[in-house]
């Protein structure tokens, strides 16, 4: 069975400053991976997805993600914050006939 | 335009009650879903339903069962509710059955059971 690993549950950072969410995956095979946020009382918003070819991926809303096979890992990024990406973070992997989600990392952006 | 709609969106009930949350997607996707998000925002499959057969039942008690009367609509009936029912319920939608298809969630149903 497929699993996703957010290790961090909370960050915090200044707008203008840039981001990274890690993401780490379990999967026997190829991977498909994605981004999904979700703003408070919405549904979640897929930002990006990989399913193969180029490793960096680009996303909605100014976001990137990379795939690093070695490491297991699809981290995403942005480089500059804005007050309104403040919202919970979730990383999910498709295989075996669902898709499983990361318990989600909360980033606030103070001003 | 909403692509993916639920009601109702705050569902406020007692213990032993039924309730039913109503799902459409009006983008054609052959795929629906229910996850469940408890109050650490863990999002988890319940159900999965293509072209109205169930491919996904993730050991869900079975007071809940789900019902899709034709593609575009996924309704979820819980029977004797409990306090641990108490969740936000997603419905969502892909284009194909796979874990390759982008998920397409509606804004949620927060159930709340007293």
């Known amino acids: 069975a497929q699993s996703v690993t957010q290790p961090d549950i909370h960050i915090t950072v200044s707008e203008g400053a840039s981001l990274e969410l890690r993401c780490n995956y379990s999967y026997g095979a190829t991977p498909y991976l994605f981004w999904y946020v979700q703003s408070p009382g919405q549904g979640l918003q897929l930002l990006l997805k990989y399913f193969s070819g180029d490793t960096l991926v680009q996303g909605i809303k100014g976001f990137e993600a990379e795939f690093k096979r070695s490491q297991s890992s699809f981290n995403l990024r942005k480089p500059s914050v804005h007050w309104s990406d403040a919202a919970e973070y979730f990383c999910?992997?498709?295989?075996?006939?669902?898709?499983?989600f990361g318990t989600g990392t909360k980033l606030q952006v103070i001003p | 335009d909403t692509a993916v709609s639920q009601t109702p969106k705050y569902l406020v009930t007692q213990m032993g009650n039924d309730k039913s949350i109503k799902c459409e997607q009006n983008?054609?996707?052959?795929?629906m879903y229910w996850y469940k998000q408890d109050s650490k925002k863990f999002l988890k499959i319940m159900f999965s339903y293509n072209n109205k057969e169930l491919i996904i039942n993730e050991t869900v008690p079975n007071r809940f069962s789900p019902k899709s009367p034709d593609k575009a609509h996924l309704n979820l009936h819980i029977n004797s509710l409990e306090l641990g029912d108490s969740a936000v319920y997603f419905c969502?939608?892909?284009?194909?059955?796979?874990?390759?298809?982008?998920?397409?969630f509606g804004n949620g149903t927060r159930l709340t059971v007293t």
């Open positions: 999910a992997v498709g295989g075996y006939q669902k898709v499983t």
């Open positions: 969502a939608s892909s284009q194909d059955r796979g874990w390759n298809s982008p998920l397409h």
């Open positions: 983008l054609g996707h052959d795929t």
